[in-house]
């Protein structure tokens, strides 16, 4: 898989990221390991947004990222479970 530049930039967490965290049973530890390990991406549905393929206890989520051009951050939106 041929990575973006934005692949390499830090990532930032958002508050509604952090909340999705508790709720859905992961932590800061686990996303940036599901993100190191993902197998792709596509664009979002929303323009600007990408929608990151991976696992996660053996199970396939989606990491939905924004790369943020003007500071060099990958800024995650959120992340689920995909089944």
Not at 5 to 27: I, Q, S, Y
Not at 44 to 70: L, M, Q, Y
């Amino acid at each position: 898989m041929d990575w973006p530049e934005w692949w390499a930039w830090e990532v930032e967490l958002t508050p509604h990221l952090v909340k999705r965290m508790v709720d859905r049973g992961f932590n800061e530890v686990d996303l940036r390991l599901m993100i190191e390990t993902a197998v792709g991406y596509h664009e979002n549905h929303e323009e600007g947004r990408f929608a990151v393929e991976t696992k996660h206890h053996g199970r396939r989520w989606t990491v939905i990222v924004e790369p943020s051009c003007d500071d060099h951050v990958l800024i995650v939106i959120t992340a689920y479970p995909a089944d």
